[in-house]
């Protein structure tokens, strides 16, 4: 390297409208359409190879179950090993690339991502993942080509962070990729996330193991075309498709096991982590353990607050992408004074959001994204009927038959300890809690204490001294913590996502932090002038 270069300025991607008569509108229609056209082979990639086994599954879109997109070649524990095998294969010679040349072929795949692969990832994710036209842009365009963009310049931040050097010294830090591979388990509800897990530990120089969702296969088939061409070199992420049994015995169980970046439940991470600590003599180093986990999270209104404003946060915070977002509203505490009237504009936003397929652009709400979400989140839905404290003020259908589609459902407990008030949903259910309008620091203590979750919240007020005493009455109760807007839609650059308590690690996924868990630090001095003599002046005689 002949020169401290610099990366270009990352800037956010522009999120395109898809408005009637736009041309990315035509553009995006024509990719769902021949996406709906074809029947995909999807293999695993492993190292160089596109590898096929006799075990298919079918990949369906959520809100039309019997279409069939593609399949994809299940895998199981030798895959796992022989990908364990690539990516240590692969370790040195990536390891030892300039970071320079790294940085290009991420900044390659931004720029595919933003140009040709646009449309195609982003039908990928509507097919796939059910999620409409604008929440697909601002995930698998937007928002991952923001990740790849945004972590180039925070490796270039991290590598020119260097320690000062006394007279005669020179001192210099050394940012090592981890000794070992690395191993990213990624989530079906934001392709972004399933792109940025291993992409951001290999920007560092690692390698890694790779295991999505089954049910994001479809999308991340597209991110690994797109690494490829960008110039990601075999074996450096590679892609398979196992249970999550069968990774956890041979990846948990390696000596070379050295990082772990998930982002899941909560009780998968919490059962991993305790399988690392029972296994921490097996490993070369410590594992660096990174993990965003679930959520509880709250709108706390205020008395002064804005009846509109706060119905339409909780319209767009609890509904986009039917609530399967780790930091949609899923509780809300409301003043006795403006429930009235925040009941009304809800009621009326619900009534002209449509339901249906991702296809036609006139619908809000979609499918959940499969049979087992769909009986997890009726079965709160149920139990919310069938108690005398809750009652459903709106929504509450469902129906399976076509595609895993469940109203925008709205219940009202009068009991702020109630099932739905407290527990993880995962799905289009939000549940009020009307306290008396003078009761807000009380409020507070319950919106602290009810979850044992901390991922996101937000407060509504006009009153800057609700709003004070409330950022600082909930410090501890949410990661990514929102004043005047619904608690979800973090940007990369700009709100740096995680929460801690049940949530996480809080590593902030879209900042710099993130990408020091994946180095390892070496400090090198060097002195000039080598001393010859073991004496200091401090024993000469007077």
Known sequence: MNGFFKVPAPKNEPVLSYAPGSKERALLKKALEEARAQVLDIPMYIGGEEVRTEKKKALNPPHDHQHVLGYFHEGDKSHVEQAINAALGAKELWAHLDWEYRASIFLKAAELLAGPYRYKMNAATMLGQSKNAFQAEIDSACELIDFLRYNVHFMSEIYSEQPDSAAGIWNRMEYRPLEGFTFALTPFNFTAIAGNLPTSMAMMGNTVVWKPANTQIYAANVIMQVLKEAGLPDGVINLVYVSGPDAGDVIFNHRDFAGLHFTGSTGVFQNMWKTIGNNIQKYRAYPRIVGETGGKDFIMVHKSADAKQVATAMSRGAFEYQGQKCSAASRCYIPSNLWDDVKKYLLEDLKSMKMGPTEDFGNFINAVIDEKAFNSITGYIEKARANSMSEIIAGGKYDKSKGYFIEPTVIESKDPSSLTMCEEIFGPVLTVYVYHSENFEQTLELVDSTSPYALTGSIMAKDRYAIELATKKLTH???????????????????????????????????????????SMRTIKETFVTPVDYRYPFLDKE
């Open 477 to 519: 109760a949410a990661g990514n913590f929102y004043i005047n807007d619904k608690p979800t839609g973090a940007v990369v650059g700009q709100q740096p996502f995680g929460g801690a308590r049940g949530s996480g690690t809080n590593d902030k996924a879209g900042a710099k932090v993130n990408l020091l868990r994946w180095v």
